[in-house]
């Protein structure tokens, strides 16, 4: 027992010597002092920013302190690579740690990063990946220990944007133009793209990861393939809409009613028809609007036509409010029908 005591504090003696006598400049955390965004220049960049499952992208990160102390050029650092996935699912991935090649830097000393980065290292299970994700490919820049520069309120974390797209032309995906006009695949959409059935895709809201009820029937979604994920939604990249569709710029401008057999329950029937009716009402109400606006405007003083020019544009409004309120009711009467649905199955 004694000679088991005696091997263990020899041990610590030896463990605790070998810690203080590491070179203190080798482990060290980043001064409060160095994390104002003023002392310091970080460049980050990713190229492609579409890049396919099967492939890579480059990144491109510079950095230099610009006018600090001795304290923060004596600072070991590490550029640390990370990935958060905007939609859907959020989920986020350390992808790798590149130490600073310059131990010590000098005001304005450039510290340079450019390394390839393949698209299966983002995902811990490669099963996961699919056109359509859209990653936020993040850099801090990291002491030794750990902490990172950008604790300061008005520090940002450099972030570029990676969309995720096919790598074979011939593969289709379910897609809506985003606001900024660009195709947003939906992930997992390929076997309604290949039926031609985009209408009925599950998707989520575009402002969160949360599903959508009849998302692809209100943004329209249309048939593309995945090698034009992230790509224009216009010019040349157009999109082919499914069958009985007409798009332009991802909206919906079809008098259609969707058959029987691709309803899945009672608000994809109240759905359909609401919209078929709301469509040509309302097509038919600005009709009626001009057609009795030109009578009033030729009416030459008649007051009969002009009765009669007048009432008819009363009416025809009167027609188009009661179209706007009665689709509000319908969706009203959907959504509590999802709701009792969903009670029901629970």
Request: charged share 15%; aromatic share 10%.
């Amino acid at each position: 027992m004694k000679q088991v005591f005696f091997k263990l504090g020899v041990f610590l003696i030896v463990l605790s010597a070998s810690i203080f006598l590491l070179p203190t400049q080798s482990v060290r955390a980043i001064a409060s002092e160095c994390q104002d965004p003023s002392k310091y220049d970080v460049v980050f960049d990713i190229n492609p920013k579409s890049v396919g499952i099967n492939s890579s992208f480059t990144v491109s990160a510079r950095f230099r302190w610009k006018d600090s102390s001795q304290t923060c050029l004596d600072t070991p650092l590490v550029f640390d690579l990370s990935a958060e996935w905007i939609k859907p699912p959020w989920r986020a991935r350390d992808i790798k740690e590149f130490p600073f090649s310059h131990q010590k830097l000098v005001v304005n000393q450039w510290e340079n990063l450019e390394e390839k980065i393949p698209v299966q290292s983002l995902y811990s299970n490669f099963s996961e990946a699919a056109p359509g994700q859209m990653v936020k490919v993040k850099l801090l820049i990291e002491g030794t220990i750990g902490n990172n520069l950008y604790s300061a309120p008005t520090s940002t974390v450099p972030e570029v944007q990676l969309i995720i797209v096919g790598d074979d032309a011939s593969e289709k995906s379910c897609a809506y133009a985003d606001a900024k006009g660009k195709n947003f695949c939906i992930p997992n959409t390929k076997a309604y793209a290949d039926k031609g059935d985009c209408a009925h895709a599950p998707m989520a809201a575009p402002d969160t990861a949360m599903p959508l009820d009849n998302g692809c029937v209100k943004y329209s979604c249309y048939t593309v393939s995945t090698t034009q994920c992230g790509l224009s939604a216009s010019g040349a990249n157009a999109p082919t809409a499914p069958d009985g569709d007409i798009n332009v710029k991802g909206l919906d401008f079809g008098f259609k009613i969707n058959p029987p057999n691709s309803w899945t329950n009672i608000s994809d029937m109240l759905a359909s028809l609401a919209n078929f009716v709301f469509q040509l009402g309302t097509m038919l109400a600005v009709i009626l609007i001009v057609y009795n606006g030109f009578l009033y405007m030729t009416s030459g003083g008649d007051v009969s036509k002009t009765k009669k020019a007048r009432m008819g544009i009363f009416y025809s409004v009167l027609g188009l409010g009661v179209l706007i309120i009665g689709k509000g009711f319908v969706s009203l009467i959907m959504s509590l029908i999802d709701a009792l649905g969903k009670s029901g199955g629970g």
